[in-house]
């Protein structure tokens, strides 16, 4: 299967289950895989054909920033259901880190799920 990433999204954003971790805005890493079939894409050459990473991107961000969670696990879950709203994704993996919070070392929650909606091409759908 083919990938499409996304590495090294940075967003200040409130997340966090310790005292004082959501009253003020830290910096999060976040990583993104998604395996997806690329051969149309590849002999087309349409951007419609094929996950378009700067929307993937947009919407990767865009909920980071939005929402507020306890638990990077609860936002690496959210994250990845974002990816699968495309059901041509057949797998995705989200790595999100908190640098600069343990005194240099950084922490880190890795999710991979299959998507329970994908859809092969040549199937009748996507």
Partial sequence: MDR???????VEAR???????????QTFEIDVVAEI????PSASDDVESTLHYGRL????????RERS??????????????????????RAEVTISKPGILD?????VTLARE????????????
């Fill in 104 to 108: 240099g070392a950084t922490p880190s």
């Fill in 69 to 90: 969670y306890a638990l990077l696990e609860r936002l690496g879950a959210d994250l990845i259901d974002a990816i699968f709203s495309d059901a041509r994704v057949a």
């Fill in 4 to 10: 499409i990433a996304i590495h090294g999204i940075r």
């Fill in 15 to 25: 997340h966090g289950a310790n005292p004082g971790e959501r009253e003020r805005a």
């Fill in 57 to 64: 991107y947009e919407r990767i961000a865009a909920l980071v």
């Fill in 37 to 40: 079939d690329l051969a149309e």
């Fill in 115 to 126: 998507n329970p909606r994908y859809r092969a091409r040549g199937d009748g759908s996507a």
